[in-house]
């Protein structure tokens, strides 16, 4: 039985159960979202007790334990995080759906831009504030809400396999590592990658493109020590002014991103990401430009992007007047579909070697990358779930790409090469994923649970032979 004959069932009656079951979860679901924002878990020693992330992982395998998935354990991953992992065995030669999300989140950082506290959930206007609460800690809720509708039916339809990272907001590989490893551990016939969102709330959507990351750190030393700039200036090289002329290379006039060798001229092929509705998501205030030759979605899904995401300087209050021997920064490359990383990742670092002054030494080290991802729309899997969730919602669903990264899924993509893999998720532009103020509307939550719990128990019907009545085939996949 193929993924494609699996997945064509279209909805039932019984749709109308699930819909008020999940709706009558969303109070536990809330409850359930602000202990889970409570755990401190960025993967990042530097930044917060790791004893935050056990907790978390713990919180979440016990989670999944009480709903029936009696293995659910703690995994330690080569980079010395803690996956949890966790496997159903359904209706005998049903399907399996892997469902996968992250608990480590970003650090709550320029903590006075914060309204409330970063790790208790708050709700304010309608929206639920809180660390992770949109990205991605809300779509374990989401997964757990839509097992819970599901489990009134005393077993669910499917064979299932959870899959939650504890370092993907880090970047530091471990997961991927894992999957390299043992392959066999995430065996499925479809995966549910929900670490995306919607193009706007309200608005069920897919995302069919992921652009690859590459971290790169370049330092550069100039002079021996820190020198009187009235006795040395003009005539002594300075790191801080020979890092910010490197910097200035890796963008054009236009903002276009111009490391040496890498293609910039990609061009969207799909769905377009109005202009007015950018300037607004993104805030450029008044007289800004928006960046890039291309359209926006040119630029933010099918384009590299150079971004300075760290540096190491004086600050400006305490600063004294002298040349700076030494100086660094962390730069965030994101690539498309295409473009191999570690390819991307020699070209810039032999971009930055090339283009330093003065003589000044550079030095570059690798941060970790993660490989882009172009979704496969023509599966019947790809429709039934486009389906369901336009169900759920009550709206056609839509297509969109996202500039972000998610690296497991291209591991999980070359372990299981059978597998259809589709991605969604819960934040819209108003979240504000890795920013202050960090939110998730609860309407998302319960509408792409009830979305994933109705596309669950369609497949597994289908699985079972079981005809709906509008099981007639694939559906237009582009919104």
């Known amino acids: 039985m193929t993924t494609d004959e699996t997945a064509t069932a279209g909805p039932g009656s019984a749709d109308s159960d699930l819909r008020a079951r999940v709706a009558d979860l969303m109070p536990q679901a809330l409850t359930d979202l602000a202990e889970l924002v409570a755990y401190r878990s960025v993967a990042d020693p530097a930044v917060e007790d790791p004893e935050q992330c056990r907790l978390a992982a713990q919180w979440v395998a016990d989670a999944f334990a009480g709903l029936g998935l009696a293995d659910a354990a703690l995994v330690r991953t080569p980079d010395g995080t803690d996956a949890v992992i966790a496997h159903h065995e359904g209706p005998a030669g049903g399907p399996r759906v892997l469902l996968y999300a ?31 609460a949109a990205d991605c800690k809300g779509s374990i809720i989401a997964h757990l809400t839509a097992l819970r509708a599901l489990r009134y039916d005393g077993e669910y339809p499917v064979s299932l396999t959870v899959v ?11 997961l991927e590592q894992y999957v390299q490893a043992h392959p066999e ?6 995966i549910l990658i929900q670490d995306t969102g919607n193009v706007t709330v309200g608005q069920p959507t897919l995302t069919v493109s992921l652009r690859g990351v590459v971290d790169v750190i370049v330092r550069v030393e100039a002079v021996a020590g820190e020198l009187h ?32 060798g890498l293609a910039s001229d ?11 509705a950018f300037r607004a998501e993104a805030g450029i205030l008044p007289g800004g430009r928006r960046l890039g030759s291309g359209t926006v979605a040119d630029q933010v899904w099918s384009r590299p992007a150079l971004t300075v995401i760290g540096l190491d300087a004086p600050a400006v209050v305490g600063s004294v007047a002298a040349i700076q021997p030494r100086a660094a920064a962390r730069l965030n490359l994101r690539v498309p579909p295409g473009v191999d990383p570690d390819e991307a990742e020699r070209l810039l670092r032999a971009h930055l070697a090339d283009v330093a002054p ?17 979704a496969d729309t023509n599966t019947s899997t790809f429709a039934a779930l486009h389906e369901a969730l336009g169900d759920s919602f009550g709206k056609p669903t839509v297509t969109s790409g996202q500039g972000g990264s998610i690296p497991l899924t291209a591991a999980l993509a070359a372990a299981q090469p059978d597998a259809s893999i589709v991605m969604l998720g819960l934040a819209d532009p108003a979240s504000l994923m890795h ?16 979305g994933v719990a109705m596309f669950l128990r369609r497949l597994g019907l289908a699985g079972a032979g079981e005809a709906h009545p509008r099981a007639t085939g694939d559906l237009d996949p582009t919104g």
Do not use: C, K, M
């Open 185 to 190: 551990e995430f065996a499925a016939d479809v």
């Open 164 to 174: 939650i990272e504890g370092s993907e907001e880090q970047g530091t590989g471990g």
């Open 358 to 374: 003065w003589g000044v030494q550079v030095t570059t080290e690798s941060g970790g990358n993660g490989r882009p991802y172009r």
């Open 229 to 260: 700039s009235g006795a040395f200036g003009g005539a002594a090289p300075d790191a801080l002014a020979a890092l910010i002329a490197i910097l200035a290379t890796l963008r054009d006039a236009d903002g276009n991103t111009t490391v040496r």
């Open 266 to 276: 990609g061009v969207w092929d799909g769905v377009p990401y109005p202009e007015d």
């Open 435 to 450: 920013a202050p103020n960090e939110s998730v509307h609860p309407g998302e939550i319960e509408h792409t649970a009830l």
């Open 102 to 132: 992250h608990y480590d989140v970003q650090p709550a950082s320029n903590t006075q831009d914060w309204a409330t506290d970063p790790f208790t959930l708050t709700e304010r206007d309608g929206r639920f504030y809180g660390r992770g």
